[in-house]
């Protein structure tokens, strides 16, 4: 019997209460069409949170019960508190997986854990292809070797992040840009998994392709154990 893991979406949830266009296309929000697809696996269990619950949604309690933390933020990165982002970051180094999407990349999460800027070129209004450039990841199992995104916010190099452990995906853009659009990184005990895609004007999270990437990216950052404290022969 296969392990069940426990999956916490993290969602601003702004864009989606405050712009018709984007209730729209999100009307459960972006958390709610995360939640809806990952909850067909059989081994997936999800619980999503906001920024305007109580302690933003994030508690020592939440995160020792999460296995993998998907987070998706963009109007409003640094209302996120300290308190939070030390929360956060203390589970990562203990083995919690950590999913960003899109904006997230630059989350006071994001540059607390990588330790860089994290900024990048944009623009709106454009068409990506998603190349999948390491088909022997686990991230990218079942995944085709190009994913035509009709609608996406163009990220363009250069990106100021350290460097990835792996690239599994990158992406092109008719505009001519190029991008890192899906890396992992370790720290501490746990995976992360930077994914681009996934503007908030368009339905990106519908499309079955990309609900097989994050399926599978859960699966891989879902940790193999979990330290409860600092590891015996580190000083506290």
Same mark, same amino acid.
């Given at each position: 019997?296969?392990?069940?893991?426990?999956?916490?979406?993290?969602?601003?949830?702004?864009? *989606?209460?405050?712009?018709?266009?984007?209730?729209?296309?999100?009307? *459960?929000?972006?958390?709610?069409?995360?939640?809806?697809?990952?909850?067909?696996? *059989?081994?997936?269990?999800?619980?999503?949170?906001?920024?305007?619950?109580?302690?933003?949604?994030?508690?020592?309690?939440?995160?020792?019960?999460?296995?993998?933390?998907?987070?998706?933020?963009?109007?409003?990165?640094?209302?996120?508190?300290?308190?939070?982002?030390?929360?956060?970051?203390?589970?990562?180094?203990?083995?919690?997986?950590?999913?960003?999407?899109?904006?997230?990349?630059?989350?006071?999460?994001?540059?607390?854990?990588?330790?860089?800027?994290?900024?990048?070129?944009?623009?709106?209004?454009?068409?990506?292809?998603?190349?999948?450039?390491?088909?022997?990841?686990?991230?990218?199992?079942?995944?085709?070797?190009?994913?035509?995104?009709?609608?996406?916010?163009?990220?363009?190099?250069?990106?100021?992040?350290?460097?990835?452990?792996?690239?599994?995906?990158?992406?092109?853009?008719?505009?001519?840009?190029?991008?890192?659009?899906?890396?992992?990184?370790?720290?501490?005990?746990?995976?992360?998994?930077?994914?681009?895609?996934?503007?908030?004007?368009?339905?990106?999270?519908?499309?079955?392709?990309?609900?097989?990437?994050?399926?599978?990216?859960?699966?891989?950052?879902?940790?193999?154990?979990?330290?409860?404290?600092?590891?015996?022969?580190?000083?506290?």
């Amino acid at each position: 019997m296969s392990r069940t893991i426990r999956v916490t979406v993290w969602n601003e949830y702004v864009h *989606e209460r405050e712009i018709p266009a984007i209730a729209a296309v999100y009307p *459960e929000g972006i958390h709610g069409c995360i939640r809806r697809f990952l909850s067909r696996e *059989e081994d997936i269990a999800v619980t999503c949170v906001t920024l305007d619950m109580p302690h933003q949604g994030i508690t020592r309690e939440l995160l020792a019960g999460t296995d993998v933390l998907i987070w998706w933020s963009h109007a409003r990165q640094e209302d996120v508190t300290d308190e939070t982002v030390r929360l956060v970051r203390e589970a990562v180094h203990a083995g919690m997986g950590l999913i960003a999407l899109h904006s997230a990349h630059f989350s006071r999460i994001m540059r607390d854990l990588m330790g860089t800027t994290m900024t990048l070129h944009w623009r709106h209004g454009d068409s990506e292809k998603l190349w999948c450039i390491a088909p022997a990841h686990p991230i990218a199992r079942g995944v085709p070797a190009c994913i035509d995104l009709p609608a996406e916010e163009m990220y363009g190099e250069p990106f100021d992040i350290p460097r990835p452990d792996d690239i599994v995906f990158l992406g092109w853009f008719a505009s001519g840009h190029v991008f890192r659009s899906g890396m992992t990184f370790i720290r501490g005990m746990g995976r992360i998994f930077y994914f681009q895609p996934g503007h908030e004007e368009a339905p990106v999270y519908e499309q079955p392709e990309i609900q097989r990437i994050i399926t599978n990216a859960v699966r891989w950052a879902a940790p193999v154990c979990r330290l409860d404290g600092p590891p015996d022969n580190v000083a506290e």
